[in-house]
């Protein structure tokens, strides 16, 4: 493999070896041939790269038509997955792009997503994948609710430029009704926690629209449940704002571990569930390590200064834990 090859390539060779289809395995080959640097050095690289885009090629003009099917599913990746979906134009490819960083493509006309695409958003020490899903629409293929079923969390994007919000999102709302995506009843199957973003807080009377929203959304959610926040891409901001609502949605805590004697390693949290305790932190290093863990010993910076603490202890966001087997 060549030296000095780009972060973004062995992303998208990630995404090339987890994909199911021959048009996603085409779509990330060409992806990996745009950012692989050109140079001597990487000459052989793109050979292998063409080589490959070209048998792909021959192999579908074989398949007939008529038996071609197009499955999207992204492995979940770094701390959480949270799809990002909402009706054309509102802005998700440009959100997800600010957020990752991710190839996606933008226009100033609707439907430009053709299919997802997947990139990871840094938050303070930890990874979160995003999924940019395309527009909303009827007579969506069965893929994209799984795309949002599978998901850890649910990204709605609405745009604040529209005098038609409402109406718009109420047809979104019975498209997901159709497709079976439960945003709003707890108690009930395929619930999905939703964050409900306004986009293009910079446009003309965005603030009335978005306060508009506010008042609608209540008639599905009670406040309490209510995850709702309004940005601007174009501007940045509030993005620092969504990007912790994000975090928080997944309900995950990140802990640390502190070999005995030694300053914490700060680098590479453990991610839990909320409400995991010390036991579940053990197994989330090894199952054989869990079996002979005796006690521990916790930081927390408020209460507990390294004292021990049984194994079924609740542990919080940035707990540090000292193992003892």
Known sequence: MPANLPPQYFEVEEKYRQAKTIEEKLYYLKEMLAVVPKHKGTEKLQKEI?????????????????????????EKQGAGQIAVFGSPNSGKSSLVKLLTNANTEIADYPFTTKIPITGMMRYENIQIQLIDCPPLKEGLSPWYFHLLRSADALLYLFDLSQDSLLDETEENFKILEEGRINIFKKDEPNYKKTIFCGNKLDWENSELRFSLFLEFIKNYLPMDDLKIVSISVKE???????????????EIIRVYTKPPGKEPELEEPIILKKNSNVLDAAKALHKDFARNLKYARLWDNKNFFGQRVEKNHILKDGDIIEFHI
């Open 50 to 74: 063409k080589t490959k885009i070209s048998k792909l090629r021959k192999e579908l003009s074989k398949k007939p038509k008529i038996s071609r099917q197009v499955w999207y599913h992204f």
């Open 236 to 250: 940045k901001r509030n993005i620092e704002d969504l990007k912790r609502v994000l975090f928080e949605s997944l």
